[in-house]
């Protein structure tokens, strides 16, 4: 699993940008990268600056560089809790995503996080008349068309042992009975075949473990979102509650 101990930022304003005299986007904020160490601080920053070095080489010679890298690199998320096994090593970490859930990553329990598509049906006029009429056959949910492709799945690999939880969004599997490496074909094989989320996928083989969301959304509990500031922290009074407060 992909963890690191230390972060360091190195950055660029606008203003530097644009004295490249670059073909790119302007930027609103100052343009920052950030880098890992598990050794200290001192190595993330030397790391951080070299990298934004090559980026303003890139820059000077046109390169056109992608912010949204999702996937990537490791996820700068604050470690709450580590958990060993008896050998000393390391087989899950509960973390604080950016919007401030907390999150189980696995290295070898292998969660399955399929999102069901957001349906946008629209019908003719010449339907919406015939359905005054008659009542047309109920087509299966979404719910029940992701089950039975899991179900399907599940008979092809019968050595296997699977759970299913229902989300807000779609369905989480977990598999029982064996443990997974994140970067093997196998791995990765069942995960697309079962339609699990393109970006968890990513996610999955960039961070080299697997992942369950603890906590829930803040925005569909009605709840005031975590404060801004991203891990790691420059001042404590910026990090959150590691639990909600008492009523």
């Given amino acids: 699993m992909k963890f690191p101990k ?17 073909d790119f986007t302007v930027w609103d904020e100052d343009f920052s990268v950030w880098q890992w160490s598990d050794e200290s601080v001192e190595d993330a920053r030397h790391k951080a600056k070299a990298r934004i070095n ?5 820059l000077a010679n046109g390169v056109p560089l992608d912010r949204y ?18 050998d000393g090593r390391e087989i ?12 189980l990553n696995t290295a070898k329990a292998m ?3 399929i999102d069901f598509p957001i349906q946008r049906r629209r019908t003719s006029l010449f339907q919406q008349l015939g359905q005054l009429f008659r009542k047309p056959p109920p087509l299966p ?23 299913v939880y229902r989300t807000a969004a779609g369905l989480r599997c977990l598999i029982t ?22 970006l968890y996928i990513r996610l999955c083989k960039a961070q080299e473990c697997f992942r369950a969301r603890l906590t829930p959304k ?18 404590r009074k910026q990090c959150p509650p590691r639990s909600p407060p008492d009523p």
């Fill in 111 to 113: 969660f399955i996080d």
């Fill in 218 to 235: 803040h925005w569909r509990c009605g709840v005031e979102a975590p404060p801004t500031a991203r891990y790691p922290w420059e001042d």
């Fill in 69 to 86: 890298s999702y996937g990537d690199h490791p996820l700068r998320e604050e470690t709450l809790e580590s958990i060993t096994n008896q």
């Fill in 92 to 103: 899950a970490v509960i973390s604080r995503n950016a919007y401030g859930a907390q999150v």
């Fill in 177 to 198: 009975s064996h443990l997974f490496d994140p970067l093997q074909s196998d791995t990765l094989n069942i995960l697309q075949t079962l339609n699990s989320d393109p």
């Fill in 6 to 22: 230390y972060w360091a930022h190195s950055s660029l304003s606008e203003q530097e940008v644009r004295d490249l005299n670059a």
């Fill in 141 to 163: 949910s979404q719910e029940e068309t992701a089950l039975e492709r899991v179900r399907t799945w599940a008979q092809t690999r019968p050595e296997l042992g699977l759970r």
């Fill in 54 to 58: 090559e980026l303003i080489q890139k």
